[in-house]
């Protein structure tokens, strides 16, 4: 272990509380010099303490939630884009409790939480200029063991290669290698990683590497993730993991639709001045229809026909139905801005509504994408122990155009983790994939499945 990699969590720590310090500090005196000054009864010294206490807390608890505490993990403009999300919603969340405590009319002016907005964006690109190089000075990259299966070496390289500052791969050996030859290989090397590596054998390295403490970065295998999601089980003294595995519990169930109609309701609200706006442009560009529906599969594999704004020529699919690829000409120019923005995606709300989705959930697929994938990986039907949805855990953490079988076992996760708190979560995260160009990226030239 690095000297310095002990102290790792607690530096990420130290500069993030500095952070939201200083944000604080000019919110403080912003809500000192204006805010409390136009109240009718200014409040006291624990009135303020109160309001100061709340907005750090705001800060805290939305910085967190985008990861804007993982200094030395995120790249760069990454860990800006969480931070600032984080201070604007924890800003707007103050300026709405100011307008409560103000119980008078007209509301108050919103130009001093702007003020504080801009001052926090300052602090943060500052603070990441100065962070940056400290950090990568104090934690260069892991030397790093790959140990995989021949077929999906590539891949791994190719994904490995793109964070160079968290991983140097010193030597990559396949998993076919005996077990004596893989334990060799670690002596010069900070962490292992395993891929598509023989259970016996992978249990045997993880032992090893667990022994010497030496970091293991391991692919799940499907079994791993389901049991991710077992109870603990203490009925006599030998331990048991409980797998129940029949999806969401009913009263999982009864909280999770009561959200959907809340939220769904509220969001078609808020949205339609911009869905009317983004069915015009769509009508404009190219005279064609606004929306179109296509039918998917949900919970159970019962069939649905899903809405969406067209993003694409009318007749995109008279050759039958394919992935969208990288520089796909049958987008449209409008087509393009809002699969951007997320904003085709709008119409799924009354799918919602209908109780067809689910606010968070997997990707609701076509039936011949599912049979097709099936063919590849039999598992790929679990994701239908619980209703499709509009955003989830494959679509934050994965890509358009990540594969079927990680897709399914990015959906197991959050199936076999699920809770109220984690949908509320995906749900905020889902604001910065917005801003996440790599997200959408289409399947590659060659590539089979998206």
């Keep these: 272990m690095d000297k310095f990699d002990q102290y790792k969590r607690l530096l990420r720590l130290g500069v993030a509380a500095f952070e939201i310090l200083i944000e604080t500090v000019f919110f403080a005196g912003i809500w000192y010099r204006i805010y409390n000054g136009m109240m009718e009864r200014p409040f006291e010294n624990k009135g303020n303490l109160m309001m100061i206490g709340c907005y750090a807390l705001y800060l805290a608890v939305f910085i967190c939630m985008y990861g804007g505490m993982k200094y030395a993990y995120y790249r760069k403009g990454q860990l800006i884009l969480s931070q600032i999300l984080g201070s604007l919603i924890a800003n707007a969340v103050i300026y709405i409790q100011i307008i409560m405590v103000f119980r008078i009319f007209p509301f108050p002016i919103l130009w001093p939480v702007a003020a504080v907005s801009a001052a926090d964006i300052l602090i943060i690109f ?167 529906k296509q039918e998917r599969v ?67 697929e076509r039936q011949q994408y599912i049979e097709e994938f099936c063919q590849e990986t039999p598992e790929f039907i679990y994701r239908l122990k619980v209703k499709a949805g509009l955003t989830g855990y494959a679509q934050i953490y994965g890509k358009y155009n990540t594969t079927p079988l990680d897709k399914l076992k990015l959906d197991l996760m959050y199936i076999e983790t699920y809770s109220v708190f984690l949908d509320i979560r995906l749900i905020f995260l889902t604001l910065k994939i917005m801003f996440t160009k790599e997200s959408t990226e289409g399947v590659e030239d060659g590539q089979n499945h998206a």
Aim: charged share 25%.
């Design 126 to 292: 500052l603070l990441n200029q100065i962070s940056e190089p400290v950090f990568r000075r104090l934690f260069p990259p892991r030397r790093l063991l790959l140990i995989c299966n021949p077929g999906s070496r590539d891949n791994l390289l190719r994904k490995i290669s793109a964070r160079k500052d968290l991983y140097e791969v010193t030597r990559c050996v396949s998993a076919g290698e005996p077990l004596y030859r893989l334990k060799r290989e670690l002596q010069d090397c900070d962490a292992m990683m395993l891929c598509g590596i023989e259970e016996q054998k992978r249990n045997m390295l993880i032992k090893y590497c667990y022994e010497r403490s030496i970091r293991i970065y391991v692919a799940p295998e499907i079994t791993d993730i389901l049991l991710r999601g077992a109870d603990k089980l203490h009925s006599f003294d030998t331990p048991f993991l409980l797998l129940r595995n029949y999806g969401l519990s009913f009263e999982q169930r009864v909280i999770k639709r009561t959200m959907d109609v809340l939220i769904s309701g509220f969001l078609l609200i808020i949205a339609s001045p911009f869905m009317l706006l983004t069915a015009l442009a769509i009508r404009m560009e190219d005279h064609g229809p606004a929306l179109f």
């Design 298 to 364: 949900t919970m159970e594999g019962r069939k649905f026909f899903i809405y969406k704004f067209r993003s694409m020529i009318v007749d995109a699919e008279k050759n039958g139905a394919q992935f969208s690829t990288k520089n796909d000409s049958r987008i449209t120019k409008v087509g393009g801005f809002i699969r951007a923005t997320r904003l085709d995606e709008l119409p799924q709300l009354l799918n919602i509504l209908k109780g067809d989705m689910s606010i968070v959930g997997p990707r609701p």
